[in-house]
Every structure is written in C-alpha cells, then in structure tokens.
C-alpha cells in the first residue's frame, strides 16, 4: 500500500520541511526492507505519526534506533529504540515544496 504524507516539524530540516510531501510504501514489504539511512514513519503512543531516519537495526531484538537531523526532535535520544513493528511505511520519494 501506497500513502502520501505532507511533513509537519523540522525534525529532518533541512533536508526534509514542514509543507514537504513524501510517498511512503507500507512496511512489512518484500521489495522495500528497512536498512540503515532509510526514512521511515511510524506511530508512536505519545507523539503520533513521527518521520525520522534509520541510524541503526537490532534484528536480533527486533528495534531500531532512529533519529531528526537536530539534537532537539524527539527521537530515540529521547524514547530510546523502536519496534521494528511500529513502522508504518518507508519513504520512497520525496517532493519538496517549492523554496
């Protein structure tokens, strides 16, 4: 499944800005495996729909450590790692608003 998402926050600025869109592919999907540097969205209970960046993957506990480009996103620094299974999708394309 194919979603389309408009970026709120500058957690990844300024690679990604608020008013940005993103093409996510839902995840679990076989062609489109979650590595190291990926883009990903998830849920998360107190914060909501998040976008961050793969820093790292436990396979074996089935976690990942993601991070926003800046020390002040509320990322893992601050909630620690993530299920694997709370991913939502991984973005395959970005299209920047115009600047």
Avoid: W
């Avoid at 209970?45 to 002040?72: F, M």
């Amino acid at each position: 499944m194919i979603r389309f998402l408009k970026v709120t926050g500058d957690s990844l600025a300024p690679e990604y800005l608020a008013g940005d869109f993103v093409l996510t592919v839902k995840i679990p999907c076989i062609s489109f495996k979650v590595r190291v540097g990926d883009i990903v969205v998830f849920e998360h209970p107190l914060h909501g729909t998040l976008i961050k960046r793969v820093q790292s993957i436990d396979s074996i506990k089935g976690t990942a450590i993601v991070l926003g480009a800046n020390e002040s996103s509320i990322d893992s620094r601050n909630f620690g790692p993530i299920r694997l299974s709370s991913f939502t999708g991984k973005v395959i394309y970005h299209f920047p608003r115009p600047r």
